[in-house]
């Protein structure tokens, strides 16, 4: 087999999320147990971190890998979907799945995937989890793909779960309320392990509390012990006064995520960290600061308010629900920019019309689609923004959207592309 026909062999066999939507999320771990069975049991045989949440567990994933990479030791990094690359989603120490590994696995498991019939994410879990124990990384950090509770990911016993942000995501697997999707995502918190839980939200706390008493394990509400304060922002970095229990504890604190929401991951993952440093992990502030100030090297990390060009001033970001994209918004606002160029896709399986009341009028859109069968057609995108009163042109692919967006912008106006992860995937220069 080639990679290319491998990849193809896979998209083919396999039901995948990214393409096709809910029907490929399998509720069950019946499917992943009997693979990592017939894998030999990998995910016993390493350390991991296990993060949830509806909004920042990719970047807290990336940032508590950074670290833990730049304090000496050997990083596994789980995370989906992919941008560009389907090896992104496994990583040790920064460094992509080689092609080769993908090829062999697929080559000596093909007959166990024909007699189990796993979807797309369940197979990746399962390599991911050989990869980490072949490789013997010291610890990897797991992000779950969707929910918690019956996500593959959840077969793991790790040393700490961390929890972030809880918004309305998936509502037709997870729930239509936030206690609803809290419950799903608590589904990882473990017998004894203690968790981090990023954010206060009142209608979640009480459920996590009844979940980490049910499980004997330790709760830690980030905001509770770790205080952050932005003192620099702008398109290159963010620098931060960080307190703990209230005593200063680490001044001028450097990130180069820009996303102005890092203000409320950062904070669960500090705690995450200080907990792990309790249970023996050596992690000294020179790492951690090198580590926080470079994870976008050091982890390879895209797509999160990234800036891929100054004139005009042209961002990207996958933030695609309604806090991810409330945020984003406010960020834009924040820029004082004379006009925006949107280029907007979204997904069929999603209800894109609260999103678009969220959309400022006064903005120029190039609505598209992105090249998956998941896309909503633009034209039918188009519809729904007129009906919320947002006026743009459609354009078959991506790539015409950010052409025209491109043609239309002045130096000192700003081009802005997301709505959808699969949209951001699409952008040449990404």
């Given amino acids: 087999m080639t990679y290319q026909e491998c990849l193809d062999y896979l998209y083919q066999q396999l039901p995948m999320y990214q393409r096709i939507g809910n029907a490929a999320f399998k509720k069950s771990l019946d499917n992943i147990v009997a693979l990592c069975d017939a894998l030999g049991q990998p995910h016993h045989q390493f350390k991991s971190i296990h993060v949830a949440g509806t909004n920042g567990k990719g970047s807290s994933s990336h940032m508590l890998a950074a670290v833990l990479q730049e304090s000496g030791y050997k990083t596994g990094l789980y995370t989906s979907p992919h941008l560009k690359s389907f090896t992104e989603r496994v990583r040790v120490n920064g460094q992509e799945l080689p092609q080769d590994y993908l090829i062999r696995f697929v080559e000596q498991n093909k007959g166990l995937f024909e007699k189990i019939k796993p979807s797309f994410f369940e197979m990746t879990v399962a390599l991911a989890f050989r990869y980490f124990a072949d490789e013997q990384v010291d610890v990897a950090v797991i992000e779950v793909g969707l929910g918690g509770r019956l996500d593959s990911t959840n077969i793991i016993t790790p040393e700490l779960s961390l929890i972030t942000n809880i918004g309305f995501d998936h509502q037709a697997l997870l729930g239509n309320t936030i206690g609803e999707i809290a419950t799903e995502k608590a589904g990882i918190i473990k ?240």
């Fill in 191 to 430: 017998a004894g392990v203690p968790v981090v839980i990023s954010t206060r939200q009142q209608e979640a706390e009480d459920v996590f509390v009844a979940k980490a008493a049910q499980m004997n394990a330790p709760i830690y509400f980030a905001p509770d012990h770790v205080r952050v304060e932005r003192t620099v922002g702008d398109q290159k970095h963010q620098v931060f006064q960080v307190y703990k229990e209230e005593k200063r504890y680490l001044e001028g604190l450097e990130l180069d995520l820009t996303g102005n929401y890092q203000q409320y991951n950062l904070p669960g993952v500090l705690q995450a960290l200080a907990l792990l440093q309790e249970q023996g992990y050596l992690i000294p502030e020179p790492a951690l600061r090198s580590g926080l100030a470079n994870t976008k090297s050091l982890t390879g990390l895209k797509g999160r308010w990234q800036v891929l060009n100054e004139e005009p001033l042209t961002i990207c970001d996958t933030g695609h629900n309604v806090d991810g994209v409330r945020q984003i918004v406010d960020q834009l606002e924040a820029l004082e920019p004379k006009q925006v160029h949107v280029v907007f896709g979204a997904v069929n399986d999603k209800d894109v019309s609260v999103i678009l009341q969220l959309l400022p009028k006064k903005y120029r859109y190039y609505f598209c689609q992105a090249a998956i069968p998941r896309a909503l057609p633009v034209q039918e995108l188009q519809a729904k923004a007129r009906e919320a009163g947002i006026i743009g042109g459609a354009f078959v692919t991506v790539g015409e959207a950010i052409h025209a967006a491109k043609a239309n912008a002045k130096p000192d106006e700003v081009i802005f592309i997301g709505g959808s992860t699969f949209v951001v995937a699409e952008i040449d220069e990404l």
